[in-house]
């Protein structure tokens, strides 16, 4: 290696491989992930003019995991030589702005934000064979793995363990539910979003288990952009266990955070009810909130508590981070579909590190900047928001906080109808059906069989008299099964005397029929464009092939049909009702952004019509008034954050160079400290272009925050002295042990043939 060549074989190689032709395939791999191996190996062959073959990819790839190998292990000796070889160091420093706390800021409400999600597009074909019986017949359910072991780890620690997983299994679950009862004041009631969502459902995704093993991975990610952590879905679907494993690692290492999910309603009740997770997370004051991406399909009620736009403290965060990631990261898929299990989490791993420093990094100043003008261009509608509020005659900013309490209540009251409202509904709906029985009991009690006199007819007027007299039969049991069962509502509802058309009682309960007739029919309808708003949203995703956009336009026009037939018998149900509703067209609900208008066309026991949060203008003003104070929070982030990032960059350049030195003063040290230069360039190429960014939104009209460089709390890049830890004969041994794990790697990856 030292001639610039990685071996393809450990003992007698004929064949290396350039370290120079291993770096630009690794540099443009990571730039362009669809990239495999193959076709670099046959671009190589094109420039070499020699026909491709085979091996010659086997080989590369050999060669290419010793050469990572190696940069894994001058990476770590380099972190080592930095002091920063401790558990959890990249995590607790992973994204400057959140986490490198200065003396004297202010105190967030939300310390950290961040946000999780699971995507299956890089899931793996498992390496199997079926299974043959004792005829010798392949079973087609039962399959055995063929592949070969493979126990290396990926250097770093992006990846949650699965063991560290799998404690948060279901089955370990139930054994921590014996005896343990959750709080009733922690965890709400279910709103029914649950019911929209298919993340944590394990039936839908059962088809696939018996073709891939690693089914997506489960992803936490910083507001700025920075990966936290990541976890294989194995042989299933985004369980809850990914969700508790990722948060409980999170709390532990950073404390008080928000975490933002595409079902963050269903999974703070689920971290409450957890007997070990829940009350974890309620002392580090652990909040579920909901991305807006995602808030648009959640119900109002759902989005009144758990949507970034109401929660105090989250600022104008979107908190779908994760969906920017995946866009990008879906192009690993085709060089990792049919990969080991290694090599799949080493593509993942290695892409993830180089988009934190090439990406992520480099954007930061840039991201921050946006932010604050966008929060200062939400600002600029304070003026408009005072005129609107002068048009509709609203007094003062309360206003709009009793109307948000005023909603919750209302919506609170639509979740369930109270049981005698049920059992008066199916009361009516028996004495109906009891009416109608007795009405063809009696048509079937008047109907003669006429028989034809003549004897040849005798096997037809036998026939006849049997089909009348079966009828009769039925419709006497089918008038005494309905009377069975309206004996027993009268009980229960303590009925004297049983209602008659006409009478109070059954007027007003066939109203509520047909409100409950109504509410059905519009929940259908809110279905349906809920699952057409996600399709045109995947139809227009970068990255979604031709033949998914051609399957999705096929599900659309079916939607459309089915959107249309559920308009029609919405309209029905609207104008049966007591007091007609007014019929919605194709334009209305095909335009529709928010479905929580949707909610506002449920029937309440309380009427709304005045109510001022009711009215488009009211709820238009009172959804800028809460955005006006997210703008604000936003700004004071902004200006905790970026003091936070001059003060890194200082601080970050002027460790590097110091260690560097110190590096370079010591026996032997000449190559370690070059190694510390190239990771300090790596690190630190950004940073004039950021200064330059920020001096430029210093100069913004508006901007109220500083740039200048504050006192990190955590002293460690002030202070630290590796040659204070420790003699020099320790760090001999250590260096030994090193390379002796070095020639290991270089063994295992070569010795095996399949890779």
């Not at 204070?724 to 760090?731: H, V």
Request: charged letters at 30%.
């Amino acid at each position: 290696m030292n001639l610039g060549y990685v071996p393809c074989s450990p003992y007698g190689p004929r064949v290396a491989i350039t370290i120079r032709a291993l770096e630009v395939y690794r540099v443009t791999h990571l730039r362009c992930p669809r990239l495999g191996i193959q076709p670099y190996v046959r671009a190589l062959c094109d420039i070499h003019g020699v026909a491709f073959r085979t091996y010659l990819s086997t080989q590369f790839s050999i060669a290419f995991d010793v050469y990572l190998a190696t940069l894994a292990l001058v990476e770590r000796r380099v972190q080592k030589a930095l002091g920063r070889d401790t558990p959890d160091w990249r995590l607790k420093n992973a994204c400057p702005p959140c986490m490198y706390k200065l003396e004297g800021e202010p105190q967030l409400l939300i310390p950290l934000l961040t946000t999780m999600d699971g995507n299956n597009s890089l899931r793996r074909f498992g390496q199997k064979a079926r299974v043959e019986d004792e005829g010798g017949e392949e079973s087609t359910t039962a399959f055995v793995s063929k592949a070969r072991k493979d126990d290396r780890e990926v250097p770093g620690d992006y990846y949650l363990s699965r063991s560290e997983v799998d404690k948060w299994a279901k089955e370990g679950l139930e054994d921590l539910m014996k005896g343990y009862t959750s709080d009733p004041e922690w965890v709400e009631e279910e709103d029914g979003c649950s019911e929209r969502w298919s993340n944590m459902r394990e039936e839908i995704t059962s088809r696939a288990l018996s073709l891939y093993d690693e089914t997506g991975i489960f992803l936490s990610l910083c507001r700025q952009g920075f990966v936290l952590l990541v976890a294989d879905m194995v042989q299933s679907g985004e369980l809850a266990k990914y969700g508790f494993a990722v948060i409980h690692h999170l709390i532990r290492v950073l404390g008080e955070l928000g975490d933002g999910y595409d079902i963050g309603c269903k999974f703070k009740n689920m971290v409450n009810a957890h007997p070990v997770l829940g009350p974890f997370a309620r002392e580090h004051r652990f909040r579920s909130l909901v991305g807006a991406f995602h808030g648009h399909a959640h119900n109002r009620r759902c989005q009144l508590c758990n949507l970034a736009t109401y929660v105090e403290g989250v600022g104008l965060e979107d908190l779908e981070e994760c969906e920017s990631f995946f866009s990008k990261s879906n192009a690993l898929a085709a060089s990792t579909r049919y990969a080991t299990t290694f090599h799949r989490r080493q593509a993942i791993s290695t892409y993830m590190q180089h988009t934190d420093v090439f990406d992520t990094y480099q954007g930061l100043a840039s991201l921050l900047a946006s932010k604050y003008k966008r929060a200062l261009e939400v600002k600029l509608g304070a003026r408009t928001l005072r005129e609107t509020m002068t048009r509709l005659g609203i007094p003062n900013a309360q206003t709009f906080v009793n109307w948000l309490a005023a909603e919750k209540e209302f919506l609170a009251g639509l979740q369930h109808e109270p049981l005698e409202e049920t059992l008066q509904m199916e009361y009516y709906q028996k004495l109906v059906n009891l009416r109608a029985a007795e009405e063809k009991l009696v048509l079937v009690r008047n109907t003669v069989a006429i028989e034809d006199p003549g004897a040849q007819q005798y096997e037809q007027n036998a026939a006849l008299t049997r089909r009348v007299e079966t009828q009769r039969r039925q419709a006497l049991e089918l008038r005494d099964n309905v009377l069975v069962a309206v004996h027993e509502l009268e009980a229960r509802l303590e009925v004297t005397q049983r209602w008659e058309a006409g009478c109070e009682e059954w007027s007003a309960a066939a109203v509520m029929v047909s409100n409950r007739r109504y509410q059905r029919a519009l929940d259908k309808l809110h279905g349906l464009v809920i699952a057409r708003l996600f399709e045109l949203t995947k139809c227009n995703m970068s990255g979604t092939g031709y033949k998914m956009r051609k399957h999705i336009a096929k599900a659309l026009q079916a939607r459309s049909r089915a959107i249309k037939t559920a308009i029609e018998q919405y309209n029905n149900a609207a104008a049966a009702l007591e007091v007609p509703r007014e019929p919605l067209s194709w334009e209305e609900v095909v335009d529709y952004t928010f479905l929580s208008d949707f909610d506002l066309l449920r029937f309440a026991r309380t009427d709304i019509a005045s109510e001022g949060w009711a009215q488009p203008a009211g709820r238009e003003a009172m959804d800028q008034y809460f955005k006006l104070l997210r703008a604000d929070e936003e700004i004071q982030r902004l200006n905790v954050e970026i003091p936070r990032l001059v003060t890194y960059m200082r601080d970050e350049e002027a460790f590097l160079e110091r260690q560097e030195a110190r590096i370079l003063r010591e026996d032997d040290g000449e190559a370690l400290a070059h190694q510390v230069a190239l990771y300090r360039m790596r690190q630190g190429r950004f940073n004039d272009a950021h200064r330059v960014r920020l001096l430029q939104l210093a100069n913004l009209e508006g901007f109220s925050g500083s740039i200048e460089p504050g006192v990190p709390i955590n002293k460690e890049r002030l202070s630290f002295d590796r040659a204070s830890l420790g003699d020099g004969d320790e760090d001999d041994d250590e260096t030994e042990a090193d390379a002796l794990d070095a020639a290991f790697i270089v063994l295992r990856v070569t010795e095996d043939p399949a890779q």
